[in-house]
């Protein structure tokens, strides 16, 4: 999968831009504040879901402009050529703040139908805390993971947080409406077990070819993973109908434990990603910060293997100043594990130092003031 060709209209600080990768991987480098990553997020948004910034439409628009944005790109994807295009309309229309999808043309109804087309997945500074942060981000992470490789599985999150939040209204009722409360938690339960069982579908597929590709000599570490969640061990072993009963009889159960504590308590929601660094056998989150960061790097990295595993294509790979964080040695190994990937890699870095050894057939653009300009690398 690659990108042919992208379109800015408005977006963050790039009022037009238009970029012509070449088809193979790409830096962007230039100073702070020039816009980088504001590329890297308008190719986020081909992804299901709100990219990798996590914004709300209505603030992604210039500033100076008229509250419209627009991204588009022309794409060599799952079927073929096909291009993508996303945006919000000028303020005053009937669609104003409504974020619109259009695919070769035609409107689509949301991101998720983007998947058919691209897959992508990234790396940002944001997620360097991962290991050692909430387990919420975990979870977060975990989705996305699912998400690169199960385009269904964004849509059946959103719709498991809204059963439980009709359940949690039904719950703050000075009487109980048993009929529709009923219907929520059976409605919860089968969207839980459907969330848990993707979840650990994806760790133990990413576990299992972590396994067989580990390469003790490689400098980003392999990782070992696990799922903490009653509900994503037994989704492993026991069928979905018999976990749905179980599950809505238990929250059936909890109505005043979770009623006090205005959530619902046990389920998916409260799972986590626990990740331990393979080769010294301790906790991730105990390892060091450089350690941490190249064993996130890693685990990205075999992710963007079982995409390509499970859809028959190489996905694109953002990364986001991964460049500056990693040694000359350590820089070079990882252009060449995206190189025999074979995958359209996106970085970025405030120095075009950075990705002197990235290989020769990789693209280097200038950014600065919105504008982008390629680079002739000798």
Partial sequence: MAIRRLRLTNFRNHAALELTPDGASLALAGPNGAGKTNILEAVSLFAPGRGLRRAAAGDIALVTGDGSWAAACELDGVHGEASLGTGIEPAGGEETGRRRCRVNGAPAPSPSVFSEHLRIVWLTPAMDGLFAGSPGDRRRFLDR?????????????????????????????????????????????????????ARAET??????????????????????LMLEGALEAEAMIEPAAALEDRFAAQLAAMRHRDRAAGRAIDGPQASDLVVHHGPKAMPAALSSTGEQKALLLGLVLAHARLVARLSGATPLVLLDEVAAHLDPERRAALYGVLDDLGCQAWMTGADAVLFESLPAHATLFAVSAGRAARVERS
């Fill in 145 to 197: 993971l699912v998400l690169a490789a199960d385009p269904e599985h964004g849509p059946r999150v959103a719709a498991y947080e809204r059963a439980l939040r009709t359940r949690n209204r039904l719950l703050e009722e000075p009487r109980w409406d048993l009929r529709w409360l009923d219907a929520a938690e059976r409605e919860a339960a089968e969207l839980a077990v459907a969330v848990a069982a």
């Fill in 203 to 224: 760790v133990a597929r990413l576990s299992a070819l972590i396994e067989e590709t580990r390469d003790p000599t490689s400098p980003f570490p392999w990782a070992r």
